[in-house]
């Protein structure tokens, strides 16, 4: 079985075997086994989604701290445009810019306008294929989705548009400006991505589309609010730093990509459980006339992402007020040259991860199965998450592999205990008499 790299962690110390991100992950890749929850590696996407509900924090991001960057002699930082609508005292994209400069950062390059680099390339991939057998082609954008396609809808796979994401485009083009800049080699530029989401995080450790990530490391939005805010609070005169229109800056929001690849049978959609209906209804023939989809893990697009701070909402409003101060798009004919073409598109297809195989040999595979369905009718279907498992398939599912046993279900527990205590009260009868 492969070895995932996952950014999504669990601090056993704190997790006190609730069952509510067992109830919340929407590819069941969680268990409570022993008072613990357990993350099973190969079903995780790292979407955060336990992260945000765990009431006790047992769930955590590993990303990148920020002293990884003394590790090169150029740094370059790559803000995504949600860190835009975490502050109430930046009132110009400048100023942000400008703090993570005074953070230590010899550059900075917006992901916004890696966005606005990829947008026409994933136009024309639209134009070029139109329909594909009555599946849309569905966005790169967000890893957590991508993961969850491995993972639940491998036949949907084909139909990724196979054009590298924001953060990679913005990576790519300011690695190479440092460079004719400098003179440097490649390998003394560092370039960090300053992230929303774990799934990010695992893109860049365990990239899907290619054998290396570009970007150098990846660190939280949560890790620079305090210091950012503080510089902020610090009156400084703007530096003209910002070079994206409100086209790429509006990717932080769900229908950003979507808005800016203009294609006019499109769909987008937010929150993981609403896009999982959406991609079973695409798989199901139900949106043929689709010809792009746009999913985000998250509610509300990456403003919603769980390494964020502000409440997604105002982080929206702020946002757009913003977004309404930009230009469409500074780019020029030029700027577009500065991604080619075969930096672009990806190198190679994705892959469906094996998730829970019941065997290599079909015969014991299938034996496994009418097992599992043996035993999924024998439980009460009340998906409690008592046993620890987030469903009776569930369930039924970890019994065939070993994992569980029918007892661990407490309805059939309370049966045989009833039943234990009838026979005992028998017994008694039986002896007195």
């Known amino acids: 079985m492969p070895t995932y790299n996952h950014s999504v962690k669990l601090d056993k110390a704190k997790c006190k075997g609730c069952t509510t991100c067992l109830r919340h992950c929407p590819t069941e890749a969680i268990r409570v086994y022993d008072g613990c929850a357990h993350i099973i590696a190969e079903r995780c996407i790292d979407c955060g989604m336990c992260i945000k509900v765990c009431p006790y924090h047992a769930k955590v991001a590993v990303t990148d701290p920020l002293k990884i960057i003394e590790d090169y002699k150029y740094k370059i930082a790559l803000p995504a445009p949600t860190l835009y609508g975490q502050f109430k005292t930046a009132s110009t994209v400048d100023k942000l810019l400008e703090a993570l400069l005074v953070l230590g950062f010899d550059d900075v390059f917006e992901v916004a306008r890696g966005a606005e680099m990829v947008t026409p390339y994933i136009a024309q991939r639209v134009r070029d294929r139109k329909l594909h057998n009555g599946v849309p082609l569905i966005s790169s954008a967000c890893p957590a989705i991508l993961r969850l396609l491995q993972v639940r809808f491998p036949e949907l796979l084909p139909n990724v548009v196979d054009v590298i994401s924001p953060m990679e485009a913005a990576a790519i083009v300011a690695r190479k400006r440092m460079m004719e800049r400098t003179g440097c080699a490649a390998e003394e530029v560092g370039v960090f991505f300053i992230t929303p989401c774990p799934a990010k995080m695992t893109a860049v450790r365990s990239p899907l589309f290619s054998p290396e990530s570009p970007v150098s490391g990846v660190i939280s939005i949560l890790d620079l609010y305090g210091q950012i805010n503080a510089i902020l609070s610090s009156p400084r005169r703007d530096q003209k730093l910002s070079e994206a229109g409100n086209m790429g800056v509006g990717w932080a929001r ?15 959609v937010d929150g993981i459980e609403n896009v999982i209906q959406v991609l079973e209804a695409i798989e199901n023939g139900q949106l043929s006339d689709l010809e792009f989809f746009e999913g985000l893990a998250c509610t509300g697009g990456c403003l919603g992402g769980p390494l964020t701070v ?27 040259q500065e991604l080619t073409d075969s930096e672009a598109h990806t190198t190679r297809q994705l892959e469906a991860k094996p998730v829970m195989k019941l065997d290599d040999d079909i015969s014991v595979a299938l034996q496994k199965m009418q097992r599992i369905e043996e035993i999924t009718e024998g439980l009460p279907g009340l998906d409690c998450g008592s046993c620890g498992s987030p469903s009776c398939r569930a369930l039924a599912e970890d019994i065939a592999f070993g994992y569980a046993v029918e007892l661990d279900c407490i309805y059939i527990l309370k049966q045989q205990i009833k039943k234990l205590a009838q026979n005992m009260v028998d017994m008694a009868d039986t002896t007195r008499g």
């Open 254 to 268: 769900s229908g950003g990509e979507m808005l800016a690849v203009g294609v006019e049978n499109s769909l987008n």
């Open 310 to 336: 502000e409440n997604t909402y105002v982080a929206k409003n702020r946002l757009r007020k913003l977004i309404e101060k930009l230009p469409k798009s500074r780019m020029t004919m030029e700027d577009v």
